[in-house]
């Protein structure tokens, strides 16, 4: 089954998650090559794909022959199936698949190339015999090839994430927040995201400047992942409300910041992020570990406003001279399976803050200059990357 100038992923596709974005910007730059279309294998809502009306006739093709590719795996369920197509499979933790297709299917294709985006390995015996099957590993960050070169696992290269430039990029803004100084912090809420160490900086900054905002994109489909924020134990733990969702407004006001410095933005489709990220002053990303590149600092950095990044694992391969504000001091975390990780000061993150505000003409160079890196860095060019590496 599949065709030949056909991909498929065994993913998700969406507007609201890191993986489910990949996949929709795949399923619209593969078929804007002229060479077939991508199809999602794993389970997918065509609701929570949010593109314009010139997008959406793009991916309906994509969208039609997935679809068919699913009724064709109902009598498949559970089992491998070999498909007359490339296919490429999500890895992550001890390179372990993030999805089965749907019917919980596993698909092999003519090539089967696996992309590699994991915060840890622990079991390497494991990891190295899963990737036996893989006739190519795509690492989203330098970090993680490092690691697998290291440990002789391969072949590997390196391919990183894009951003959509034609949305994020620099423009004018609308003045929406009235001259008040708006922090943007972003990410899946979780212990790996940092977002405790924003709330600790945010506190202390947001009492010197009474203008200061904290605007959050913090939601996501995963609200349990926040719990793991209760690690630590120098701020109170955010709760989940009766409808299993994250009480995010609670607990940053439980946490010392006045309801009035916060903006929770809630369920934003990414197409919509570009003209919120504009209106922004710097945004802060203290993160302990990125895998790939961290796709929300990327979007935020296209758009020209000036970033607070860690200096750690994933993120380095964003990091320029004077093209964001670095929190160089990063401790170590003790525990297994986090030793590349780093733990961000909060007074460094304090000070970064702090000189953003103080220097408007700085923190717009920097912006700029971080336009300029991720503007090379789109989804058209991992797209064509990708290409070649299924011709090679």
């Not at 590993?137 to 970090?143: F, G, K, R, Y």
């Not at 200061?212 to 913090?218: I, N, P, R, S, Y």
């Not at 990063?330 to 733990?343: D, S």
Request: aromatic residues 6%; charged residues 20%.
């Amino acid at each position: 089954m599949g065709e030949s100038r056909s991909v498929i992923f065994q993913w998700g596709a969406s507007s609201y998650f890191g993986w489910g974005i990949i996949g929709l910007n795949l399923m619209l730059e593969w078929v804007r090559r002229r060479q077939g279309v991508a199809l999602c294998a794993s389970t997918f809502f065509r609701e929570n794909m949010v593109v314009n009306a010139l997008e959406a006739g793009e991916i309906e093709q994509s969208v039609v022959k997935s679809r068919e590719l699913a009724a064709s795996l109902e009598r498949y369920a559970d089992s491998d199936v070999n498909v007359s197509s490339p296919v490429l499979h999500a890895l992550g933790i001890d390179l372990r698949r993030e999805a089965a297709a749907v019917h919980k299917a596993c698909l092999w294709g003519t090539q089967t190339i696996g992309i590699p985006v994991f915060i840890q390995l622990t079991d390497l015996a494991a990891a190295r015999e899963r990737a036996k099957p893989y006739s190519l590993l795509l690492a989203a960050s330098s970090w993680n090839r490092e690691i697998l070169e290291g440990l002789g696992i391969g072949p590997v290269a390196l391919m990183l994430q894009g951003i959509d430039p034609t949305h994020f990029h620099p423009a004018p803004r609308a003045d929406v927040f009235g001259g008040r100084f708006a922090v943007f912090s972003g990410g899946k809420l979780e212990h790996r995201k940092a977002q405790d160490l924003v709330i600790q900086a945010f506190k202390i900054f947001a009492a010197r400047h009474p203008e200061a905002l904290l605007v959050t994109a913090w939601d996501s489909p995963f609200a349990r992942h926040g719990l793991s924020l209760a690690r630590n134990e120098a701020i109170g733990p955010p709760t989940l409300t009766a409808n299993d969702e994250l009480d995010i407004i609670g607990w940053t006001e439980a946490n010392g910041i006045p309801r009035r410095q916060v903006l929770h933005l809630g369920k934003v489709p990414n197409a919509e992020m570009p003209r919120i990220m504009r209106e922004m002053d710097v945004a802060v990303f203290p993160n302990r570990c990125e895998p790939a590149t961290n796709l929300v600092a990327m979007e935020i950095m296209g758009c020209g406003v000036p970033v607070i990044l860690s200096c750690n694992t994933g993120h380095r391969d964003l990091i320029e001279a004077d093209n964001c504000y670095v929190l160089e001091s990063q401790r170590e975390i003790p525990g297994a399976g986090t030793e590349h990780w780093g733990e961000s000061d909060v007074d460094e993150l304090v000070a970064a803050l702090e000189t953003a505000f103080d220097d408007r003409a700085g923190r717009t160079a920097r912006g700029a200059r971080g336009a300029a890196k991720v503007a090379g860095l789109s989804w058209a060019r991992m797209t064509a990357q990708l290409a070649d590496a299924i011709a090679a």
